[in-house]
Structures are given as C-alpha cells and as structure tokens.
C-alpha cells in the first residue's frame, strides 16, 4: 500500500486550511449545506480553493442538491470533486459526473452489513464511495456527527468501487480503523474539532501523523 490518502472536511477558515495542509493532507472539505455547523459560503469557499490549489483537492460536499446549484458551486469556486451526502440516486450521481466532468463520490450511510450493499448500485456512477456512520432516524445532518462504523463491518469485504472510510475517526483511532478495514483513505470532520465546526490544528497534526503512520 501507498501513502495513505486524507481528506479533512468541514474547513471554513484559512487558519483551519493552513494546519491540515502542513499536516499532509491532500484533500479537503467545504460543506455546502446550510444548516451545518461547517457551512461556507461560495465567497469564503473560493477564497479557500485558491489557498490549497496544487497543494491539495477541493471537495465540494453537497445533500441532496440541485443540478444548478452544483453549477453555481463549480463554476465559483472550482471544485476538484463533488461529494454527495444525501440520498441522490446512481443516476443523478451519474449525470453530475457528466455534466461537471469532475469526479464525483457517493456518501453511503453504514449501521449493518447490509448498507455496504448499497455500493454496488454506484459502480460505474460515481468514482468514489465514502462510508460514513448512518445517523439516528430524524437526525438533521447526515454526517459530521462524530457516529463510528463497527470496522470489523468492512473486514475482507470487495468493494465495487475505490472507497473511503469516514464516521467518528480521531488521532486515537484512526490507525486501528485503518488496520481492521484495509482503508487507505480516511475522511474526518468532528474528530478533529475543538467545539462543533471549529477545527483544532494540533488535534489536525495528530490525526494525519497518525494516519501516515508517522
């Protein structure tokens, strides 16, 4: 295996950017949802994308959003990926990944076994899934919510696609997360976060030191 891959979602300020790209990160996150503690505006969020260009990928998360509105987002900030969180189907997925020609992940919400079957429907859709933890039934955010995936869940499974592993990883646990899944990419957002949607640079340090091992 290679250097892992690490993507560090939710950022809203250049301080925040600053501490995940010196960690080592090479992906990271602007949420576009209103009602998320980790919400940027498209102003904020392009100020942020030329931060990082060429120094890490610009994922652009999205619920359950409009075509136009991915637009918007795109031609604003230049978004490197488009990540859908809600509960877009294979097909819309498919014709994001056509219209905006940029590559495009799929959120898939994990509790049992069975949700990793959900998979199979993106392969050829989407270029990426990212196993988040499935939130309570009602629950407002459909990710971010510090929620852990039992790992053991994605032991030895074949995945249909090039996937991440998201959902309540920290500096502390991020490399047995990775050990018992065979994950080489990792997404975290509230794991390194002093309050909800404030990011803490040394809790950034110590999570990717620890998921490159180092």
Sequence with gaps: MGRPSIKICGIKDSAA???????????????????????????????????????????????????????????????????????????????????????????????????????????????????????PEGDALPGGTGLRIDWRLLAGVQHPLPWILAGGLDADNVAEAMAITGADFVDVSSGVESARGVKDSARIAAFCAAALGQ
Excluded: N
């Design 17 to 135: 950017l600053g501490a995940a790209l010196s960690a080592g990160t090479d992906h990271i996150g602007l949420v576009f949802v209103a009602k998320s503690p980790r919400h940027v505006g498209l102003e904020a969020a392009a100020a942020l994308a030329r931060e990082a260009r060429g120094r890490a990928r610009v994922v652009g998360l999205f619920v359950d959003p409009a075509m136009a509105e991915l637009e918007a987002a795109h031609r604003a900030v230049g978004l490197d990926v488009i990540q859908l969180h809600g509960s877009e189907s294979a097909s819309f997925a498919a014709s994001v990944r056509g219209a905006l020609q940029r590559e495009t992940w799929k959120a898939i919400g994990v509790r049992t076994r069975a949700d990793l079957a959900a998979a199979q429907a993106y392969a050829g859709a989407a270029d990426r899934v990212l196993y988040d933890a499935k939130p």
